[in-house]
Structure formats: C-alpha cells, structure tokens
Nanobody, 125 residues
Framework: QVQLVESGGGLVQAGGSLRLSCAAS????????MGWFRQAPGKEREYVAT???????YYADSVKGRFTISRVYAENTVYLQMDSLKLEDTAVYYC???????????????????WGQGTQVTVSS
C-alpha cells in the first residue's frame, strides 16, 4: 500500500511555471506506475501524464511539450513540472499510483489504485 501527498500548487499567471510534487510513503515505490490527473470545476477527471518504473513517460496531447513528469527514487517523489501554463490548465491536480497496468489503460483514472488529496493550480490572465 502507498500513501500519496501532493504539494506545490498555487496561483500563477498565464505563461508562468509551477512544479508539483507527490511524496509517496510505503515500500516498493520503484515498482509503481505513477500518474498525474486533473479535474476542473464541472468537468471529469482528466489524464495528464504517466511515469513508468522503467523510465518511460507519456503525456496527454493537451500538455505535451509543456509539462514534464519525473521521479526521484531516492526521495520516493514524483514531480510534474508545468511550463507555459494556460488558463485552461486551472484545475485540482491529483497524483495517482498503481501496480500493474497496460499502456492502453494508463490514461484511465480507474486503472490507478491510490490517490492523493489533490493540489489546486490556478492560472490567471
């Protein structure tokens, strides 16, 4: 079992940057597939990015080229560097973890077993 705690959200102007952190407790962090999702008011939870334990990363088209997911195994932490932020990036961002999934399901929230509490990101004009 793993517990996830996000931090780093806040208010930023459009075009700016933020780095979100997700600290994982528990053992076997390196075995987990780690993902980031977001949910804007009135909208469904949306896939953002995934980091596989082997090092591969995947992104939603909406954030590709602007966001970077990374993980530091020694810190049991996964990061989401967000650059060139847009108004439409405003949302609550969630960190998620799972053992055993396929690339076909990695963008589906129901494929993840563990979730953090979320951190608010607000992009202003």
């Amino acid at each position: 079992q793993v517990q996830l705690v996000e931090s780093g959200g806040g208010l930023v102007q459009a075009g700016g940057s933020l780095r979100l952190s997700c600290a994982a407790s528990g053992r076997s962090f390196s075995r987990y597939v780690m993902g980031w999702f977001r949910q804007a008011p009135g909208k469904e939870r949306e896939y953002v990015a995934t980091s596989w334990s082997g090092g591969k990363t995947y992104y939603a088209d909406s954030v590709k080229g602007r966001f970077t997911i990374s993980r530091v195994y020694a810190e049991n932490t996964v990061y989401l560097q967000m650059d060139s932020l847009k108004l439409e990036d405003t949302a609550v961002y969630y960190c998620a973890a799972a053992l055993g999934m396929t690339i076909a399901t990695m963008s589906m929230a129901e494929a993840y077993n563990y979730w953090g509490q979320g951190t608010q990101v607000t992009v202003s004009s």
